[in-house]
């Protein structure tokens, strides 16, 4: 990892740095010079040094004075992969991306890279990207133009929704878009008439927005990477930020030379573990016992913030109900872990706040994911460690725009903004949109099924391969349009390849064909539409903080490919709602204004507070980065001053409120114009005859109401004496609507200047009555090898109707599967690729650095079966696939686990796909997908997927 400068001085060195470093900046870059100045956590600068020298080879970049004369452009963009929100300064001459520059300016990123944010600008010129539109016949794929690609590919969609209805089609998203794209397909695909769509934050974060919502009122991220400096101590568990967010850790290693303390949880001895002051190795799939273990000693030793307990939270007594069953022999016998190893970890957490807990997909991707993320939500309450500086619940999001695809795009049981689907929130969005209510209700099959969540992207291929009569829609699927999504990202691929061939049609739109053009098996009836690259389009993008970036187009579209929301304006126009779609929108050469679009999010998401954030708000931060304090992220000067970088949402009301962002949820020593917030009244005013409303005294500084409230609505206003507060053309607007729906945003201006927050006062949820366990229990992995816990901690009953299909639970444990497959497997990520792999893979300058797909082998287990580092062996799952990887043989895992990432792609069961992809468009490196053999298992609240537990055995090959 690059050492940028002290955090709290980087403001002052900006100029200093970029002056005395702009020389070195402006010559070309051999590979070797890149390695060393991405310098990023894996200690590829250090790597880099020993690599042979004909490995080594003379970049192809020009320089300023290569063409003098000639007009060099500096271009603020954003780098396209996690979800830290790094900036990256592109020099465009001549229209070509010659060099990238380091952003000292950025407060986030501080001119640091890892090695794919160092490396994006091969993904705007790549060589192996789509370059035209492409067909396949007789098993080969054939160019074509886009006017016969737009022909061929509606007319087929549009007979299938003419003989099978809307819903026989499903549209796959992308976390990959801009937030503008990402609502604009929400949008499209309401107007095809279906909730079958879906993107990526299904299957990596689903669990934690449903848990954490339901906890707290809001899906998201609490604080910021940058608070982290305030912490005094962080729990990772389940987070790998070295390898996943590298530049996030730079925050935390500048808490941890302040004198934070640092405990990592992870079966695996991670190189985020190798900072940790307190490593604990836990068996996978027991995450609750071991937060529950946390507990118990916190509460036996009287180190709850009382006081806080009692005044924001619900239901915390239940809590304490199922931690006094978690004894210190039986978190140990579960967990695997020592009883002084769990003390130690409370009395860190306790004893050194606050106190932050980080966790990513080792958390989520589970089968009680939504119950390991409100265990953990529950932990901070109890601490007192949510809605203060150096606390918070901080989920590391994965793709660069997974939380903005989140918040406004294609989720299978939301509008944009968390609406729902009720009746009241499509009569919303067709305000919004200028379209008529009941002519949306005619676009869908019935307004049952308009109301009705759509299948989920984990498991799209069981809505193709389920008898119908089991199917909760008209007709199974028939269609797939992959819109920016990796297959191989996804379990169960096997029964994936069989829906791919059983369908009548399989389209794939992206800057790269991904394994989907590979794996499929098919001879005819795939097409693969070239889409641009976010360098090559324009838009804003959320962090995983919620900041919100914009970025400017870098260059224009390369080859023959055509931005996301062209395309789907192309689509719509085959389609025959074009007009509808781009009511609100200009629209230039048949490319919708991405600027219209944001205007129009701005105009609909009252809910998460989108509505504050405009265009021109978001560029003014993006040229004024460098007054932005790179602690608390707020400006201290300049045309910026108040606000925070990216007005992390919720910003509220209109953009003329000039309202500056919200920098820490649910913090009570801001008032709310200033970015404060209580807990979000969601669930009514009282359950079980307890009330659910903030008790007296906890309100954001400021508040005119120093009592808990419900949320805001007309009525509530005028009993208040407020209504007339709002002008004439806003009561006119608001007449009849809350804060959520009144598309004026006056009842908001009015209630803030009050000092109060729009969407009530409540107390935080321990007890969650409408979740499969309002207190999570623990329940064991469906493939478990511990089958003498099963009597005592049992998994769910099947259900038989859920998102649209049937979801096993309880009869896919009642197989033993651990004699014949005796060893626990689970995944996770490298720092040199990303997602399903195919950009990185694809990008020579970081598959270089990691070659081979492989599988982590403890030395004891390696030695029974044979095994030996760079030696292929064969790892079969109950699944019956088979993968062919590499060994490593490492102390990293324990004996009995195993250990593969997930970002390979290109092989299917130990042949490579080469001669299947498009010529000259197959990923460098190519290997076996993890999720080949990965086996069965749906969260009971979200349907993601289970990646971290399963069972498997290794022989030689």
């Not at 279906?194 to 299904?202: G, I, K, L, P, V």
């Not at 009680?368 to 309450?381: D, E, F, P, Y």
């Amino acid at each position: 990892m690059s050492r940028s400068p002290h955090p709290r001085s980087t403001q002052g060195l900006s100029g200093f740095l970029r002056k005395s470093l702009a020389g070195v900046m402006q010559q070309t870059m051999d590979r070797r010079g890149y390695l060393v100045r991405a310098g990023v956590a894996l200690g590829a600068g250090v790597a880099a040094r020993h690599l042979h020298v004909d490995l080594i080879g003379p970049a192809a970049a020009a320089t300023d004075d290569a063409r003098p004369g000639t007009p060099v452009e500096r271009k603020h963009t954003i780098c396209s992969h996690c979800s830290v929100g790094c900036s990256v300064d592109a020099i465009v001459q001549d229209g070509v991306w010659v060099r990238q520059d380091t952003a000292f300016d950025s407060p986030i990123n501080m001119g640091a890279h890892c090695a794919k944010g160092a490396s994006v600008r091969e993904h705007g010129h790549g060589e192996h990207r789509l370059r035209y539109p492409m067909k396949l016949v007789g098993g080969r794929y054939q160019r074509i133009g886009w006017d016969q690609a737009i022909e061929e590919v509606g007319s087929r969609l549009l007979r299938i929704r003419e003989a099978s209805g809307p819903d026989a089609v499903y549209w796959i998203g992308s976390s990959k878009h801009n937030n503008e794209q990402a609502y604009l397909l929400r949008k499209f695909v309401s107007m095809w008439g279906t909730n079958n769509t879906d993107h990526q934050a299904r299957i990596c974060h689903s669990t934690t927005v449903a848990g954490v919502a339901q906890t707290y009122g809001y899906g998201a991220m609490t604080n910021s990477f940058n608070d982290l400096h305030h912490t005094k101590a962080v729990l990772f568990i389940g987070s790998n930020p070295s390898e996943a967010h590298p530049i996030s850790m730079l925050h935390f290693l500048h808490a941890k030379e302040l004198g934070a303390k640092m405990i990592v949880v992870d079966p695996r001895f991670t190189r985020t573990a190798r900072f940790a002051h307190h490593y604990v190795r836990i068996r996978p799939g027991t995450d609750i016992p071991f937060i529950w273990g946390l507990l118990w000693h916190i509460f036996q030793n009287g180190w709850e913030d009382k006081d806080y307990i009692a005044r924001r939270t619900y239901g915390m007594d239940e809590v304490r109900k199922e931690v006094a069953k978690w004894t210190p022999e039986k978190v140990s016998d579960v967990t695997g872990v020592p009883e002084a190893s769990v003390r130690l970890a409370a009395e860190m957490l306790a004893k050194n706040r606050p106190s932050s807990v980080v966790w990513c997909m080792g958390i989520t991707q589970h089968h009680v994911g939504s119950a390991n993320v409100r265990a953990l939500s529950i932990l901070q309450l109890a601490l007192g460690n949510i809605g203060v500086a150096g606390g918070g619940a901080n989920i590391y999001r994965g793709h660069d725009n997974v939380q903005g695809a989140t918040d406004v795009g294609p989720n299978p049981d939301s509008l944009p903004g968390y609406y729902g689907l009720s009746e009241g929130a499509w009569r919303h969005y067709a305000a919004v949109w200028g379209v008529d209510y009941e002519w949306l209700v005619s676009r869908y099959a019935s307004k049952a099924l308009m109301e009705k969540p759509g299948m989920t992207v984990s498991r799209w291929f069981d809505g193709v391969l389920e008898q119908g009569r089991y199917v909760d829609q008209p007709r199974p699927l028939e269609a797939v349009v992959f819109w920016g999504h990796a297959p191989n990202s996804q379990t169960r691929l096997p029964d994936m390849k069989a829906a791919m061939q059983k369908l009548d049609l399989l389209v794939v739109i992206d800057p790269y064909p991904t394994m989907t053009a590979a794996m499929h098996g098919r001879t005819e009836g795939v097409y693969l539409l070239p889409a641009c690259t976010q360098f090559e389009t324009q838009g804003s993008v959320t962090a995983s903080n919620r900041s919100i970036q914009w970025r400017e187009r870098v260059i224009q579209p390369i080859f023959e490919s055509k931005t996301d929301h062209e395309i789907m304006y192309l689509f719509a126009k085959k389609f025959g709602y074009a007009n509808e779609l781009c009511k609100h929108i200009k629209v230039v050469d048949d490319e919708p204004v991405v600027e219209d679009i944001l205007r129009e999010i701005n105009r609909a998401c009252w809910t998460i507070g989108y509505t504050g954030c405009s265009p021109e708000r978001l560029k003014l931060h993006m040229r004024h980065k460098r007054d932005f304090d790179p602690t608390t992220l707020r400006a201290e000067s300049g045309p910026c001053k108040g606000d925070y970088y990216g007005l992390p949402w919720p910003c509220w009301g209109t953009p003329e409120m000039r309202h500056p962002g919200t920098p820490i949820l649910y913090d009570l020593s801001k008032p709310v114009a200033e970015g404060g917030l209580p807990f979000r009244a969601n669930w009514g005013v009282e359950h079980d005859g307890r009330s659910l409303l903030a008790a007296d005294g906890s309100a954001p500084q400021g508040s005119e109401i120093d009592t808990g409230y419900p949320e805001f609505d007309h009525v509530f206003l005028k009993k208040l004496g407020w209504w007339n507060e709002l002008t004439p053309e806003e009561q006119a607007q608001a007449e009849g609507k809350n804060w959520k729906t009144d598309l004026s945003g006056g009842i908001i201006r009015v209630v803030v200047r009050h000092g109060c927050a729009p969407y009530g006062n409540a107390r935080a949820r321990c007890h969650v009555w409408n979740f499969p366990d309002p207190v999570p229990v623990h329940r064991e992995p469906l493939l478990t090898p511990r089958r003498d816990l099963l009597a005592q901690y049992p998994t769910y009953d099947d259900r038989a109707r859920f998102w649209r299909l049937p979801t096993l639970y309880r009869s896919v444990q009642a197989v033993d599967f651990s004699k014949d497959y005796p060893l626990i497997m689970t995944s996770g990520r490298l720092v040199e690729y990303e997602g399903g792999g195919d950009e990185t893979r694809s990008n020579p300058w970081l598959a270089e650095l990691q070659q081979a797909m492989f599988v982590e082998i403890n030395p004891l287990d390696a030695a029974r079966l044979g095994a030996r580092t760079r030696q292929y062996v064969w790892v079969e799952t109950p699944s019956g696939a088979r993968l062919k990887v590499m060994a490593l043989v490492t102390q990293r895992v324990p004996q009995g686990i195993v250990w593969m990432p997930y970002h390979f792609g290109g092989w299917w069961m130990g042949e490579d796909l080469l001669e299947h992809y498009p010529e000259g468009a197959a990923p460098i490196v190519r290997g076996e997908a993890c999720n080949t053999g990965w086996t069965y298992g749906y969260d009971a609240v979200t349907m993601m997927q289970e990646t971290k537990v399963s069972l498997c055995r290794i022989v030689a090959a």
